[in-house]
């Protein structure tokens, strides 16, 4: 606690482990957005880079409950469904991880924000996207590709695995296990190549830790609410929440 408050003040981290509990709580509601609320929010008031430190662990752990809550089994199986989603995401993360200094993130964001923005849209007015069955591994593929490529360097690959999910139209329960799985995978990724970016290291990781607990409480209220919530009311809630998101990646890609 010593090492964190050396850079940050009493009241600046007080905020910030609400800014995880906010983020836990919507994260386990909906399964997806706690870094993207957490790096906008955090990233208000202190540097990008201890933003991005900061999401990272609680993420990990947040992911890792998810993941698990049906059991080992059925992640594996999620594993073995979605592999070439991961697999291309992964690569595309370790490569872009190592731009997070020096790659200007305004245009990338406003590539991201306005299609979510566009695809929630029109999917909240009635109108749902459907996939062919043939070819389906290229855009499995290019999907998983681009958001890990935006995941390495802002913390932030939900959008594009969210709307892939929903045009998919997975049931509740496995678009909640995918997505812990996938953005659990992914956040060991983003730890990994961080460290070798600078961004978690010895001032930053205290930060990272202090953020689990909270972010651990809001998970497990989320969770409570998305039990009582049907499919219908679950994908209006994804679709509500990823919108949210998507005019907030806008907003970022304009005045930063």
């Avoid at 997806?32 to 999401?55: H, K, T």
């Avoid at 590709?145 to 329960?173: C, E, H, N, Q």
């Avoid at 499919?231 to 949210?244: E, S």
């Amino acid at each position: 606690m010593t090492a964190i408050l050396t850079f940050m003040s009493p009241e600046i981290l007080g905020f910030a482990l609400l800014v995880a509990l906010l983020a836990g709580v919507v994260k386990g509601m909906v399964g997806f957005a706690m870094p993207m609320i957490m790096i906008s929010l955090l990233g208000s008031f202190v540097a990008p880079d201890v933003a991005l430190a900061g999401l990272i662990l609680p993420t990990l752990v947040a992911n890792g409950m998810q993941a698990l809550r049906q059991g080992w089994a059925e992640a594996w199986s999620s594993i073995k469904r979605f592999r070439l989603f991961m697999a291309i995401g992964l690569v595309a993360m370790l490569t872009s991880a190592q731009l997070v200094r020096v790659l200007p993130q305004d245009t990338l964001l406003l590539m991201i924000g306005l299609p979510v923005v566009l695809f929630c849209a029109v999917q909240l007015l009635g109108w749902q996207l459907r996939l062919p069955a043939r070819g389906r591994g290229w855009i499995e593929a290019g999907i998983g590709g681009f958001a890990g490529f935006i995941g390495g360097f802002s913390g932030v690959w939900g959008p594009p695995t969210v709307m892939y999910l929903t045009a998919l139209d997975t049931p509740k329960a496995e678009n909640m296990r995918v997505q812990g799985v996938i953005y659990g995978l992914g956040a060991v990724a983003l730890f990994g190549a961080h460290i070798g970016s600078g961004v978690m290291r010895a001032e930053t990781l205290p930060f990272s830790l202090a953020m689990i607990i909270p972010a651990m409480l809001g998970t497990w209220i989320g969770f409570q609410i998305q039990d009582r919530i049907d499919q219908r009311g679950f994908r209006k809630a994804t679709l509500a929440v990823l919108l949210i998101a998507g005019l907030n990646l806008v907003r970022r890609g304009l005045i930063g």
